[in-house]
């Protein structure tokens, strides 16, 4: 487990998702796309964060299970939720215990996703359905309108050799080695209206992205904010479009 990403998202609990409701959406649109339970069917969300994808399939009528490895995650998901702390690729549950896992936004940023893929298996009934969510690439027609993730890619120039979060991995061949079967992918599309340029660059302080940023040495941290706000400062409108591509397969 890579200790100071979770640091970083213990950090960040007080403030994750509550600048814009950006991952309420992306887990509102997994849950929506879950079959409709049958009666006491038991959902396990892992790396659930605030409980973005959980207190979504909660509403949708699963009986839910979220576990996170921050420890200011888990505090606050217990207030609403039964919820452990727990690493991805070490489930403290039996074989077979769980009807459908899922995992919004989370498995990307692992150090070894193939894990936590296997893991999600595991905990599975056999067919049981395991969804989870990665970001973009946004797909035609829905273009982004904002340049941050040009200045992300010309920033991370910048970064110390071991400033990233992740590994890159081919998310249906991870799922097929897994041994899971019928796998598919679709896209899910979030469109949100910000109110100013600086409540972007402060969203951006309050998930995965901070760790990019604070990673760059303080003066090209200075330049990326000054470059973000001068393009957003000139529109009439700020709109953050992203994409993320929900995977499943069965058990
Ligand atoms: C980008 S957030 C996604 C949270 C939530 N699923 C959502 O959709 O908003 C990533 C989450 O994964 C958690 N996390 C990071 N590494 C983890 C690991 N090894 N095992 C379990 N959770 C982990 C973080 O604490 C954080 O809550």
């Known amino acids: 487990m890579s200790s100071d990403v979770i640091e970083l998202f213990d950090r960040l609990a007080g403030s994750y998702d509550e600048v814009l409701p950006f991952f309420r959406e992306f887990g509102r649109q997994t849950a929506d796309r879950l079959p409709l339970p049958a009666p006491g069917a ?8 605030r409980g973005a994808v959980a207190h979504a399939a909660r509403d949708r009528g699963y009986t839910v299970t ?15 939720l039964d919820a452990h ?6 489930l403290r549950f039996p074989d077979g215990t769980f009807d459908v896992v899922t995992a919004g936004l989370v498995i990307h940023i692992l150090d070894d996703p193939a ?12 067919g049981g359905l395991f969804a989870f969510t990665v ?4 797909p035609d027609g829905f273009a982004m309108t904002d340049r941050a993730n040009e200045l992300f890619a010309e ?32 896209d899910l599309r979030v469109e949100l209206t910000v109110p100013d340029a600086e409540t ?5 302080q309050t998930h995965g992205s901070r760790k990019f940023l604070d990673d760059l040495p303080a003066e ?3 330049e990326f904010r000054t470059r973000l706000l001068d393009d957003l400062n000139g529109r009439d409108r700020i709109v953050l479009r992203r994409a993320a591509w929900l995977f499943t397969g069965l058990a």
């Not at 972007?200 to 951006?204: K, S, T």
């Open 42 to 49: 038991r959902l396990l969300d892992v790396g659930a964060g």
């Open 200 to 204: 972007l660059w402060r969203w951006f």
């Open 85 to 90: 702390l727990m690493d991805a690729a070490d």
């Open 220 to 222: 090209r941290r200075a």
């Open 135 to 138: 970001p973009g690439p946004n």
């Open 66 to 80: 979220a576990t996170d490895a921050a420890p200011g995650m888990v505090d606050r998901l217990a207030a609403t």
């Open 115 to 126: 894990s936590a893929v296997r893991e999600a298996r595991r905990v599975l009934k056999p």
């Open 155 to 186: 920033f991370s120039a910048y970064l110390p050799p071991a400033g990233s979060m992740g590994v890159a991995f081919d998310e249906s061949a991870t799922l097929a080695a897994a041994g899971f079967t019928g796998v598919a992918e679709t």
